[in-house]
């Protein structure tokens, strides 16, 4: 199956400072990768769509100016939690989408990043 | 996204198969269904998908009703390592995938 990686799997930061995850599709290329985040005991929630060349979009909810997601290849998007905050510490995951069979999508996830913001 | 419903638990004796069931009553003609699991503190896992014809792969079965408002996801022999939470997804691309409380399957020896 398609593989999808993520650097670093935990982080732990200082308030106020910023933090860069970085989210690779190994053995396939990918116009459009997705961001979600997970709270202990929750579900994940998407919180950006990110295509490759364009600006990425962000779901209801979620401020742009302080989760900055950069898809500069077609194999690496990155997200940076700037001036992370205590309330910012979750399970970050992203997806890389690839055509499959009867020209319908599948999204692969990488392993998550867990962000501890102290 | 149709609107899916799953039990939020399960449990299944190793070696014997699961059967997880989703409704997805108001799922539209051009909506897939697909499954994927999430194992404590990893990213999901793919499973499979389907629009309207049972599938397999190596990993599972899926079987869709004929109205489509229903389907269940076979894991044919369950180990302890298919414990998980399963979520069943109706979407009509992969494009926005929208993750329930899914269900929380326990394979116990």
């Known amino acids: 199956g398609a593989v999808v990686s993520q650097h670093p799997s935990w982080v732990i930061c200082k308030s106020g400072t910023s933090v860069k995850i970085e989210c690779r599709s190994l053995?396939?290329?990918?116009?459009?990768m997705f961001w979600y985040r997970q709270f202990p005991k929750q579900s994940l929630m998407l919180m950006a769509t990110s295509n490759e060349g364009s600006k990425a979009t962000y779901e209801q909810g979620v401020e742009k100016d302080k989760f900055l997601i950069n898809h500069a290849s077609l194999t690496l998007s990155t997200l940076t939690v700037t001036s992370a905050h205590p309330e910012d510490s979750s399970f970050y995951i992203c997806?890389?989408?690839?055509?499959?069979?009867?020209?319908?999508?599948?999204?692969?996830f990488g392993p998550g990043t867990r962000l501890t913001v102290l | 996204d149709a609107k899916t419903t799953q039990p939020p638990s399960m449990d299944c004796a190793e070696g014997r198969a699961a059967n997880l069931p989703c409704n997805h009553s108001t799922i539209s003609g051009n909506e897939y269904v697909y499954w994927y699991r999430q194992i404590h503190s990893q990213g999901p896992q793919y499973i499979i998908h389907?629009?309207?014809n049972n599938e397999t792969n190596e990993m599972a079965s899926l079987i869709i009703t004929e109205d489509r408002k229903s389907s269940t996801l076979i894991l044919p022999h369950a180990t302890l390592r298919d414990t998980a939470v399963y979520y069943c997804?109706?979407?009509?691309?992969?494009?926005?995938?929208?993750f329930g409380t899914g269900t929380r399957l326990q394979v116990t020896l």
């Open positions: 997806s890389a989408r690839i055509m499959g069979r009867h020209s319908t999508d599948t999204q692969y």
């Open positions: 997804i109706g979407t009509g691309t992969a494009s926005k995938l929208t």
């Open positions: 053995d396939f290329q990918a116009t459009t």
């Open positions: 389907g629009l309207k």
